[in-house]
């Protein structure tokens, strides 16, 4: 583990990791210990024991100043402080790690703010979802990656009105198999442990929720068993239903409709495919984009008269609207300069290739700059996080009616809101929302 948190942790037998930045005070608390013996058996977690449960006679725990000694030891100080300078510059709650070194699991809950948990009277105090990386990706990268998710998702619910702080999880591990129940334990425990509220996301199984539902937490949301399914379908319409919110704001007696447009969907994937589908059924010229080609070809003899371009096409095409649906960083300063489209808006997380709000907010003003309409994604691809909260709050009960009433009322309110004032205060959509969120969290 070259440049890892995790290394001093399995050199010294250690469990757990906590990293923790207050904003007010400019001051990094940090925390580790041995909270469990390698021989844990957690596919036995809530059966035999709880998240809160005591589970070693032989614990070790170690404040702030013997967690800078030991990365200190271990020749990774420099790293330490890298990591630590990361929460300073998102004013980032922390970093809550646990290590299954049996397994080789590295679990890390990049929280950023609890404030908006914090009185909710449920377990989960936070809301985002978990994703797995391979071992081999950089850790560093998957931090950056955490922690700017964890930011957006702070916002995102406070643009969803969804009491949850935001945080977002990162595992890196093999691909996980749904029969390994020592491996769901693991991350059901450490969900648990780290009170939050989440639906797979990237590169892990949906079912993964229901076989942790049925052995360990009910904090895992949006398997296929649920009663809403998964989260794609309804974070494509309200993703829909902002584009056209920011038509009828745009373009004045348009009332929205987005017939005879030219929309590039970049990525058919859970997102994009539906986000297509709804496109084509609002009468706009769909041009659909992704690396399957097989997704291409299924969408293209669904739905007649659309067309296709290839991925690498897709930046340097002129078209009306260009919605990114799969993968983020794709838009930097380069790009901005050679877009041709009127409107960026797709449900894509961090779209713009940044790693901290001034640069998001810097390249939000360069697209103004160019008359290109951009709304910084976080705030109108809430429905996926209504649905996880519309099933976690009510179980069984779940409905999508009331799920789709919900983003109806929320999302294309909250983009003419964000338009609108925007407008008003001489600002980009984007430093808007992100003015709204900070008087939130940080007031």
């Not at 749904?178 to 450490?190: R, T, V, Y």
Request: charged share 25%; hydrophobic share 40%; glycine share 8%.
């Amino acid at each position: 583990m070259n440049d890892s948190l995790f290394a001093p942790l399995a050199a010294e037998g250690l469990t757990t990791l906590k990293l923790q930045y207050d904003w007010r005070t400019d001051e990094h608390t940090l925390f580790a210990a041995r909270e469990w013996d390698a021989d844990r058996d957690f596919s036995r977690y809530r059966s035999r024991f709880a998240a809160e449960s005591l589970l070693t006679q032989r614990a070790r725990f170690l404040n702030s100043e013997e967690v800078y000694a030991l990365y200190e030891a271990h020749g990774l100080r420099g790293y330490l402080d890298t990591v630590l300078d990361l929460l300073r510059q998102g004013r980032h709650f922390g970093i809550e790690a646990y290590l299954h070194a049996g397994k080789n699991i590295r679990f890390m809950c990049n929280q950023h703010s609890r404030k908006q948990g914090a009185m909710n009277k449920r377990q989960a105090t936070l809301a985002g979802g978990i994703r797995r990386h391979p071992l081999e990706e950089s850790e560093l990268d998957v931090i950056v990656d955490g922690l700017n998710l964890g930011r957006a998702m702070s916002f995102k619910n406070i643009a969803a009105d969804l009491d949850f702080g935001g945080c977002k999880t990162t595992v890196q591990m093999d691909e996980l198999d749904l029969a390994d129940l020592e491996a769901l334990g693991f991350l059901a425990f450490a969900i648990d442990r780290s009170r939050t509220m989440t639906g797979p996301d990237m590169n892990f199984p949906t079912a993964m929720s229901d076989v942790i539902n049925a052995h360990f937490s009910p904090q895992f949301t949006n398997g296929p068993s649920s009663p809403l399914g998964e989260s794609g379908r309804p974070t494509a319409y309200g993703t829909f239903l902002a584009l056209k919110e920011a038509v009828r704001f745009t373009e004045p007696g348009s009332d929205g409709r987005l017939d005879g447009k030219r929309v590039v969907v970049s990525g058919l994937g859970a997102v994009g495919r539906h986000l297509a589908e709804l496109l084509h059924g609002d009468g706009a010229a769909v041009i659909v984009a992704d690396l399957n080609e097989a997704r291409v070809a299924e969408f293209l003899a669904a739905h007649p008269g659309s067309t296709r371009v290839g991925v690498d096409e897709v930046l340097d095409l002129e078209a009306d609207v260009l919605c990114p649906a799969a993968i983020g960083g794709i838009i930097d300063e380069t790009v901005i300069g050679r877009l041709r489209y009127r409107y960026v808006w797709g449900p894509a997380n961090n779209q713009l290739r940044a790693t901290n709000q001034r640069e998001e907010e810097r390249l939000s003003r360069l697209l103004a700059e160019r008359g290109i309409v951009f709304q910084t994604e976080w705030w109108h691809n809430t429905a996926g996080v209504m649905c996880g909260a519309e099933e976690y709050l009510n179980g069984a009960h779940a409905s999508y009616d009331s799920l789709q009433q919900r983003i109806e009322s929320t999302i294309p309110r909250k983009t003419r809101e964000n338009l609108a004032e925007a407008a008003r205060l001489g600002l980009t959509p984007t430093e808007n929302a992100y003015r709204v969120c900070a008087d939130i969290i940080y007031g």
